[in-house]
């Protein structure tokens, strides 16, 4: 049945299914980073997750021109951005069956999400689901064995595959209503308090794989004291601290590479090793 809704062609009047929504979710989560673009970025990717809704509700003249409304900049993490692309659907959805929704509202709600997604994401899949995994899949590993690396492997993207549906799934179903949860100031305590969890869990995983031990002693009297039982005493772990720390300080404010980083670290052990500090 073909219906005329505010001057738009619509072929049905069926609300989408959830094997086509499912059908949606994986397009968005299986594009991304595949088809960008310099002027879009991830522009392409709302183009082609959308594709399957437009190709249900219009003719292709009209598919093609709401498809096009789409090619704008956009960029966000994929895992936790999958909320947009849920409300997006939504709304989407919402306006092939005539309801009130137009594109102006449409791009709008893209435009402020995308950022607060963005900061919430680069928190938690970095800085937290990473290196709680790292944790334990090095935990694993201890002796040569490859388990760590397959823990690694399957449970990291079980869980993203994971937050991802669900969090599209969440963004369908709650729509409009749930933009003022992921916006403002409630998106800033959420990702304050994860990258807080984060660098725990990073603290963590310092003090408990980065060993540095000094072979340098000094006199004392009759006896030799060594200096990393010294600092052991006053500060126990401080000379990874300040590894991690300096690392960081590189990378971050110095814009040092990762692949730098690993060969500075092995440059310096060569050398402190060879003149017999550590």
């Not at 088809?35 to 879009?40: E, I, K, L, R, T």
């Not at 594709?51 to 021109?65: G, T």
């Not at 090619?71 to 966000?76: A, D, P, V």
């Amino acid at each position: 049945m073909v219906e005329q809704k505010k001057d738009r062609i619509t072929k049905t009047t069926e609300p989408l299914t959830k094997k086509e929504i499912d059908t949606i979710w994986r397009r968005f989560y299986n594009a991304y980073g595949v088809a960008g673009s310099f002027d879009a970025l991830s522009g392409p990717n709302f183009l082609w997750g959308l594709e399957p809704l437009f190709d249900k509700y219009y003719d292709n003249d009209k598919k093609c021109e709401e498809l096009l409304k789409h090619y704008k900049f956009f960029n966000t993490e994929n895992i936790f951005g999958s909320v947009i692309y849920g409300i997006v659907t939504a709304m989407e959805e919402a306006k092939a069956l005539g309801k009130d929704v137009d594109d102006e509202l449409i791009q709008s709600t893209k435009t402020s999400l995308m950022g607060p997604m963005a900061g919430i994401g680069d928190a938690l899949n970095p800085g937290l689901i990473v290196p709680l995994l790292l944790s334990i899949a090095i935990t694993l590993s201890t002796g040569g064995s490859i388990l760590g690396a397959v823990f690694y492997i399957i449970v990291y993207n079980l869980v993203v595959i994971l937050i991802s549906k669900v969090l599209f799934y969440s963004g369908y179903r709650l729509g409009l209503d749930s933009i003022q949860t992921l916006i403002g100031e409630a998106s800033n305590k959420i990702r304050d308090s994860f990258l807080l969890l984060g660098t725990t869990i990073m603290g963590g995983i310092a003090a408990s794989y980065v060993g540095i031990n000094l072979l340098v002693t000094y006199p004392s009297g009759n006896d030799q004291v060594s200096l990393q039982g010294l600092l052991d005493g006053i500060f126990p772990k401080l000379l990874p601290l300040l590894l991690v720390l300096g690392c960081w300080q590189l990378m971050a404010k110095k814009n040092v590479s990762v692949v730098k980083m690993i060969l500075i670290l092995i440059i310096a052990v060569f050398v402190l090793a060879a003149i017999g500090i550590i």
